[in-house]
């Protein structure tokens, strides 16, 4: 099956600094990748959705000057933390989508994010 | 009300019993998935149904569009199954790729 990876897998930072997480399509081209959030014992929340060379659509609620989304290629989309703070401590997950005429979605490993 | 909703969302059972997670949701939908995530977090989708019935090994998913009702099974479960299960639909209305979820049936096989 497709596989999507995500780099790093865990980070801990500094209150104040910025973070940067990879997510890449290792076999396939993705044409939409998403961003997802979550907390403990929680459903996976939506951040935002990626599409390749063009900007990010943010769910409500999500700070798109906060959370920076790149997809720069067809196999590689950015999220990056800034100004990184403790509540946004949190584990990352993004997927991706194959291309317009599927439903099929592919998960990455994830990347947990401890600010301190 | 969640769009989505998972019964049980809790269950604990015993190496080798049958399982079944429930999933009813309440719009209309192009496609259901379900989702295993374990506890090092990395999902891994199960299956993608729009009708009918799917089988993967000892699990099978069968999908009800008339009921919106979507269940999973575990034939001989296995400790290994332990994991949180999540149904997760893309709604008709609304952006068409981006998934609904489920709050997740954490599920526990003792042997």
């Known amino acids: 099956g497709a596989v999507v990876s995500q780099h790093p897998s865990w980070v801990i930072c500094k209150s104040g600094t910025s973070v940067k997480i990879e997510c890449r399509s290792l076999?396939?081209?993705?044409?939409?990748m998403f961003w997802y959030r979550q907390f403990p014992k929680q459903s996976l929340m939506l951040m935002a959705t990626?599409?390749?060379?063009?900007?990010?659509?943010?769910e409500q609620g999500v700070e798109k000057d906060k959370f920076l989304i790149n997809h720069a290629s067809l196999t590689l989309s950015t999220l990056t933390v800034t100004s990184a703070h403790p509540e946004d401590s949190s584990f990352y997950i993004c997927?991706?989508?194959?291309?317009?005429?599927?439903?099929?979605?592919?998960f990455g490993p994830g990347t947990r994010l401890t600010v301190t | 009300k969640n769009e989505v909703e998972q019964s049980p969302q809790n269950l604990t059972a015993q190496e080798g019993e049958f399982i079944t997670i429930n999933c009813s949701y309440s719009?209309?939908?192009?496609?259901l998935h379900w989702l295993q995530q374990h506890p090092g977090g990395g999902i891994v989708s199960l299956f993608m149904?729009?009708?009918g019935k799917k089988k993967h090994g000892r699990l099978i998913a069968t999908i009800n569009i008339q009921e919106k009702h979507s269940s999973l099974h575990i034939t001989a479960s296995h400790p290994r199954d332990s994991a949180v299960y999540i149904c997760?639909?893309?709604?008709?209305?609304?952006?068409?790729?981006?998934?609904?979820f489920g709050t997740g049936t954490r599920l526990q096989v003792t042997l």
């Open positions: 997927s991706a989508r194959a291309g317009l005429g599927t439903y099929e979605q592919y």
């Open positions: 076999d396939f081209q993705a044409t939409t």
């Open positions: 990626s599409n390749e060379g063009s900007k990010a659509t943010y």
């Open positions: 719009v209309g939908i192009s496609a």
């Open positions: 149904l729009s009708s």
């Open positions: 997760a639909v893309n709604p008709m209305t609304g952006t068409a790729s981006k998934l609904t």
